[in-house]
Each structure stands twice: as structure tokens, then as C-alpha cells.
């Protein structure tokens, strides 16, 4: 067995001054080499990873994941047979080398084999005999000191590496440990985003039976309130269920009046979301020239649930035809400590979105997941500047350490082992300038859809010296650093349901104009799209899609709710009619509608359109005032409908109309004659008969008269 063997101590103090003062940090960074072959796997601190089949497994074990001053180490390497034939008779060597891992980037990829260190210090190599399948061999436990180690009051992660070869079969195991001679090292800080959201949804306000469900004890909503209320953390609030609570006024269910409660006498710092949690940076790729806002709540809002305020006295301060209905500001209002911030969805956001957010006023975007170009080396402080865009950015390597410390393994643990942590946090405070930066994490959408412990994490975390908790306030009023954003983009076919999703909008917000209120009609469709929208819908395509698509056909019945009743044919037989159409309004809201009627020919003059006021779902006669002009014939009459703006309804339809007008004239003039005809008729006959009389009384005392005898 060959144990340790040291360097000159000429050249080990050398190497720990020059690393003291950081000058050797980036040829350290420029020992990393290639990616090991896809074969070699990582493995953590001392547990053994699986391998694949046909290999061996090689773990180390160490006595403590940190040494001091005078403190010693205990190592040993053991070796497992996971194939299915006997290994031949091999070779393990266990190695360090004298500098500190210099970053947590090159801390990070020591640990997950993405880079590769040069390890000069031999510390033990032992001959490893032929291995049956299955059958293991654990080297004789081999005990170190710091001097031993060469590690020479540099603080920091040391990385060991234990190698076995057997013939063709080749594999490591990787390991560090942390060296504190009790220099202090610290970083900025770090701060803590915990997002306060519903599960996506299409509704645009939530319903009362899921709010009721959502914010009861062991509810998604409440949950998320037992785990993050009155921690150090900022709280990123859905502005979305602040409405669909105090829209219910006086039908709120208890629990959620209570949650809301819970939630505005939190002690946390806090900022809004957009509403819904609709994600920014989709709706600037689907072309949105500037963030979508809630036009009106109302529609979602029952008058009778808001009653009269009452007065000093007692009595109702408004008659009692006039509720006092919250208005949008008082529906979607919190009181923040954080304003204009904008949180798209995890590696979509490209730098046109960010021009887009700032010029809808927005201040700050902040980025998770992998957002930035460029980033190695140091890591870089949360507050950046991109373009002239502010940011904050979580840090990609802390964010996911942080989510595996809050939710716990299958027996209720921490996930993630304490010594990896606070070896994070020490190879971060070994950067140059590290205690001036202070860092961002966060939590994901959807976090407490499965077991949390933020009490256990955060308490993890005041354990290590290496860090502490800070506000976000505290990370904005740091000076930022110019960054470069990774070209990312929302998947293009969920771009393409969204832009749908905008153009439709549009074409309703014109149709809206029927109503005496549009904003009734406006302000459901813009808070459904904005529900649509929703970051929580990403990880849920299929789900999303068939959302997506039942909002179109519901607009769709929404346009097709104000229509024309299918007219036969009218036969026009008199030079003037009224010919009379039926408009049905199928929707929750009174319309006014205009009927507009125009003939393809001269035989037929419209005198006027007709407006009339349509109740919900009912049906309106329109009398239309028609002349005939000339002759006889066909005429088609098209028939629209439109807003009282002008804006048509409906597609336009058609019906004939066969002109008879001089039919009227034929049987007037028929009817005349037969008048004139018996009128004259009689008169002749009344002449005649006068006559006749006059003539009998003329002759009778000529006949009566006496005679002489």
C-alpha cells in the first residue's frame, strides 16, 4: 500500500499564498478538461451511485465533510462488482491536489463530472483483488491531517477523486472536503422568491366551489401559506385570487375570508404578479405591443352580495336600488413593499420581451432557470442590467439546491445533504469580491403540489456561516452589472394558440360595442385570455390546448350569440309595407342592435334602419318600413346587423321580395268601375223611375174629366 506523499513545502506555501490572494484562481479554472466518457458517473460525497451494466461501483467514504486547522481526515475507498463476470485483479488510487476548487461553477462540476481537475497529491493506492459479480472490497481506512493534505491555511473545497482500473474496466468516484481555518468567509447574502399562486385555470376568476376547496385546511392555496407565511421570504403574489375572494363579498366561503386574512397580516415582504400569473414573456412573443391588464371584473361580481354601506347610524348610505361594488383597483389592490416587478415564465424570456415589459412600465424582470450568456468564472451578483432592462436573476446552481431543501425525501428528510450545502456556499465564498454580491433563489410555480419544508430549509440555512438571508429590496438597491440574456423563446406552437387568443380578442372587444356595457363582455374575455396565459400552464400542454381551444369555441358561440332569424320569401303586393324581420340575443346581457336593410334594385325604397333594445335571451320584432318604386319584379333585400358604433354583428344575410305593387292598381281601378257601374246603373234607373211618375201624374185629370150630356 503506498500512502501520502507530500510536496516540497518550499513550493506548497508557494501555491497557498498565491491562491490566498487569488491570482491563482483562473489557472485553476484552466485545468478543467473534457467531459469524462458518458460511462463514469457521479457520485456524491460517500454514496455510491448506480452504473451501468458491465462495470464496477466505486464509492468513498470519509469520516467528517470538513476539516480544520488541526483536525484529520479519514478515508476509504470501496469497490463493488456490478457486472455479471468476474473483474481481474486491479488497482484503486486516492488523490487531492493542493488548490481549492476557486468558484462554485468549477465546485459544481467537480461534482457532476462536467469538468475535470488535475489531482497531483497521492494519498493511498491499493492493489484490489479479483472481484466475483457482486462481490466488493473496502480498502483499509487511511486517516490524514490538514497538514498531510497540503491544505495549508487556504480555505476552501478540496477535491478527492478515488480511481479504479481492472483490465478494460475503468471508473471513479469524486468527492471534496472543506477546509476552514476559521477565516470568516462569507457571501452577500442571499434572497428567497416564493411564488403565491392557484393551479392554472381558464376562468379568469376562481371558481367559488375550487376557492372554497383551495383555501381550506390541507388546500394548494393553504398549504402554500402554512409553509411560506411569516418566513424570510418575498412572497409573489396572483393578484387573480385577491379578486376571486372579494368578488363573492358576502357568499365568500369562510375559509377563503380567513386565508385572505391570514395572508394581510403576513409579515413577509411581497410583490404582484401579473394577473393570473400570465406569463410575459408569451404574450410579447404572441405579439402584444405592451402587457395585458384586467379591463373589469363586474362581470364576475353579483350586486346582491354587496349591500348598501350602512352609515354612522346605521342607515344605508346609498338607496337600496344602489349596491357599493368594489372596483377593479379594490378587487386586485395589495399593499407590496416591491412594485414593478414582472416574473415570465423559466427560460422563454429573449431581449425583445424585455422591451416590451419595461415600456409597459413594469421596472424589473426576473429571470430563473438558465437565462444568461457568458456567466463563468465568478458567479455574478441577482441584480443585473440587460440592454438597459433591469433584472434580478436567480442563481442556476443555488435555485436548484434550494427547491431539492424544501421538499422532502420519502421519509420526511431534507433531500439534500447539509455538507453539500454549505460546501455550495463555501465554494461561492471563495470568489473574489463574493461577500459584496448578494444572490436570488426561487421556488417554482406549482412548489406546493407535493410535501414542503421551508421551515426545515431556511433553518439549514442560518446554519451555514458561509451565508444569510436577505430582502429583496436589499438585492434591488444593489448596484447592478451588465449582462448578456441567453436567446430563449416559448415554444412557437403555444405562441401561435396565444396570438389566436389575442386576434379573437380583438374581434370581440368590437363586437362588445352591442352591449350598453362592454366592458361586462371585454372584461371576462381579457382576465379568461390572461388565465390562459398563466405560467402553470407550460408544464400542462395537452391539458392547455384543449383549454385553449374550448375558450375559441366559446367565443366563437360569444360572436354568434346577437343573429338574424332565418326570413322566407315576401310576396309585396301594395306600393307600401312593412316587412317585418326577428333578431334573437342569445347572451346574459341587453343588447342594442340596428338593423340595416338595403335593395339590390330601384323597385323597392327603404325608408330607414331600425334600432331596437334587445333583453337577454329574447327575441325582437323589427318592423322595416318598405315602397315600392317602379314595376313589377324581384328584389333582394341585404339584411345586417350592427353595434351602435357601426361595427357589423353576424355575417350579413339576404331574402327576396317579389314586388306586385300594380296589382293594387288593376283592383282598384276593377273596383272603381263596378262602383261607378252600379252607381250609374242606379241613378239611371232612379231618373228613369221619376220620370215614369211625373208622366202617370201629367195624364190622370185628363182622364177623370166630366162630359156634357
Do not use: C
Not at 246 to 274: C, I, K, M, Y
Not at 328 to 356: F, Y
Not at 614 to 633: L, M, Q
Amino acid at each position: 500500500m503506498t500512502r501520502f506523499r507530500t510536496l516540497p513545502r518550499t513550493r506548497t506555501a508557494l501555491i497557498a499564498a498565491l491562491t490566498a490572494l487569488g491570482v491563482l484562481s483562473a489557472p485553476i479554472a484552466a485545468q478543467a478538461l473534457a467531459i469524462q466518457p458518458a460511462s463514469v458517473s457521479a457520485s456524491p460525497v460517500a454514496t455510491p451511485e448506480s452504473e451501468p451494466a458491465r462495470t464496477a461501483t466505486v464509492s468513498i467514504t470519509q469520516s467528517a465533510p470538513t476539516i480544520g486547522v488541526d483536525g484529520s481526515l479519514v478515508l476509504s475507498t470501496t469497490i463493488v462488482n456490478s457486472t455479471d463476470t468476474t473483474l481481474p485483479a486491479g488497482r484503486t488510487t486516492l488523490s487531492s491536489g493542493p488548490l481549492p476548487l476557486s468558484s462554485l461553477t468549477q465546485f459544481t462540476g467537480w461534482n457532476d463530472r462536467s469538468i475535470d481537475v488535475r489531482l497531483p497529491l497521492a494519498l493511498n493506492s491499493v492493489s484490489v483483488p479479483a472481484l466475483a459479480p457482486g462481490e466488493s472490497f473496502t480498502t483499509t481506512p487511511v486517516t490524514l491531517t490538514a497538514e498531510q493534505l497540503e491544505l495549508h491555511s487556504v480555505y476552501g473545497n478540496y477535491a478527492i477523486r478515488a480511481y479504479y482500473i481492472s483490465d478494460s474496466v475503468t471508473t471513479e468516484a469524486r468527492s471534496s472536503v472543506l477546509f476552514d481555518p476559521g477565516s470568516g468567509k462569507t457571501t452577500g447574502g442571499l434572497a428567497i422568491v416564493v411564488p403565491i399562486t392557484a393551479p392554472p385555470s381558464s376562468t379568469g376568476l376562481i371558481p367559488t366551489t375550487l376557492l372554497a376547496e383551495w383555501t381550506a385546511p390541507g388546500g394548494v392555496l393553504s398549504r402554500q401559506l402554512d409553509a411560506a407565511l411569516d418566513r424570510p421570504v418575498t412572497l409573489a403574489i396572483d393578484p387573480m385570487i385577491l379578486a376571486s375572494i372579494r368578488s363573492l363579498g358576502t357568499a365568500v366561503p369562510e375559509s377563503a375570508a380567513n386565508w385572505l386574512d391570514r395572508l394581510q397580516h403576513a409579515s413577509n415582504a411581497s410583490f404582484l404578479l401579473q394577473y393570473a400569473d400570465a406569463d410575459a414573456a408569451l404574450q410579447a412573443q404572441a405579439g402584444a405591443p405592451a402587457l395585458l391588464a384586467p379591463i373589469s371584473l363586474e362581470y364576475g361580481v353579483d350586486e346582491a352580495n354587496f349591500p348598501p354601506a350602512q352609515g354612522s347610524n346605521g342607515t344605508a348610505t346609498a338607496s337600496p336600488d344602489t349596491p357599493q361594488l368594489p372596483t377593479l383597483e379594490q378587487l386586485t389592490g395589495w399593499p407590496v413593499t416591491e412594485s414593478g416587478i414582472v416574473w415570465p415564465g423559466t427560460d422563454t424570456t429573449s431581449a425583445a420581451d424585455l422591451s416590451v415589459i419595461t415600456a409597459s412600465g413594469q421596472q424589473t424582470t426576473l429571470l430563473d432557470g438558465d437565462a444568461l450568456s457568458g456567466e463563468e468564472g465568478t458567479t455574478p451578483a441577482a441584480h443585473r442590467t440587460i440592454g438597459g432592462n433591469d433584472v434580478l436573476v436567480a442563481d442556476p446552481i443555488l435555485t436548484p439546491i434550494f427547491r431539492d431543501l424544501v421538499h422532502p425525501d420519502a421519509e420526511g428528510g431534507i433531500d439534500t445533504d447539509p455538507a453539500h450545502l454549505r460546501a455550495a456556499f463555501a465554494a461561492l465564498a471563495t470568489e473574489p469580491g463574493a461577500g459584496d454580491r448578494s444572490t436570488l433563489v426561487t421556488l417554482p410555480r406549482g412548489w406546493a403540489d407535493t410535501a414542503v419544508n421551508i421551515d426545515a430549509a431556511i433553518s439549514l440555512l442560518d446554519s451555514i456561516p458561509e451565508t444569510h438571508i436577505v430582502s429583496l429590496a436589499t438585492l434591488r438597491a444593489a448596484p447592478s452589472t451588465a449582462a448578456t440574456l441567453r436567446d430563449h423563446s416559448v415554444p412557437q406552437d403555444r405562441i401561435d394558440l396565444a396570438r389566436t387568443l389575442l386576434e379573437r380578442e380583438q374581434t370581440l372587444a368590437k363586437f362588445a360595442n352591442a352591449l350598453e356595457d362592454p366592458a361586462l363582455l371585454t372584461g371576462r374575455e381579457r382576465a379568461q385570455i390572461l388565465s390562459l396565459l398563466s405560467v402553470g400552464w407550460s408544464s400542462q400542454y395537452s391539458g392547455w390546448d384543449g383549454a385553449v381551444r374550448e375558450h375559441n369555441d366559446q367565443t366563437t358561440a360569444t360572436l354568434g350569440g346577437i343573429t338574424l332569424a332565418p326570413t322566407e320569401q315576401f310576396n309585396m303586393v301594395s306600393w307600401q309595407s312593412n316587412l317585418g324581420f326577428s333578431v334573437r340575443n342569445d347572451l346574459p346581457y341587453p343588447v342594442r342592435v340596428t338593423l340595416e336593410v338595403e335593395s339590390d334594385n330601384l323597385r323597392l325604397a327603404i325608408d330607414s334602419s331600425v334600432t331596437r333594445e334587445i333583453k337577454p335571451f329574447t327575441t325582437e320584432k323589427f318592423s322595416v318600413p318598405v315602397r315600392a318604386r317602379i314595376g313589377n319584379g324581384q328584389s333582394t333585400l341585404s339584411l345586417s346587423l350592427h353595434a351602435p358604433d357601426g361595427t357589423q354583428l353576424g355575417a350579413p344575410s339576404s331574402v327576396r321580395v317579389n314586388v306586385r305593387a300594380d296589382w293594387e292598381i288593376i283592383g282598384s281601378v276593377t273596383l272603381g268601375s263596378i262602383v261607378v257601374l252600379l252607381l250609374a246603373g242606379g241613378l239611371f234607373r232612379t231618373v228613369r223611375k221619376r220620370r215614369r211618375l211625373a208622366a202617370a201624374a201629367t195624364d190622370s185629370p185628363t182622364q177623370k174629366a166630366p162630359t156634357d150630356g
